[in-house]
């Protein structure tokens, strides 16, 4: 099983950036995917998750109606559209896959990657 995250780096407030996460090993279409973030020290918070098999999509109130997350069943893969980025969302952005998503908005995830980092300037 792998979960790849790509799409972090370096940004001013107010600017996008978008979050993939290419998964394989998995049955992605009975799964629910989500990601979390990690700010240094801070705890880990679940920011999005999505479940593959009915587009039912969660998101932490922090990031609603700046992030949008999506799935992609044929590339088994999720994105995170983030836009109108804030320093505070500065942090190593995981992906991770259960294969109930409020078990992923727990953080129970079966999988994680690896994380990448994002870092928004003021």
């Known amino acids: 099983v792998q979960l790849v995250e790509s799409g972090g780096g370096l940004v001013k407030e107010g600017g996008s950036l978008r979050l993939s996460c290419s998964t394989s090993g998995f049955t992605f279409d009975d799964y629910g995917v989500g990601w979390f973030r990690q700010a240094p020290g801070k705890e880990r918070e679940a920011v999005s998750a999505?479940?593959?098999?009915?587009?039912?999509?969660y998101y932490t109130n922090s990031v609603k109606g700046r992030f949008t997350i999506s799935s992609d069943n044929v590339k088994k893969a999720v994105y995170l559209q983030m836009n109108s980025l804030k320093h505070e969302d500065t942090a190593v952005y995981y992906c991770t896959a259960h294969q109930d998503c409020p078990a992923v908005v727990a953080g129970w995830g079966y999988y994680w990657g690896k994380g990448t980092l994002v870092t928004v300037s003021s």
């Open positions: 999505i479940s593959s098999t009915d587009g039912v999509t």
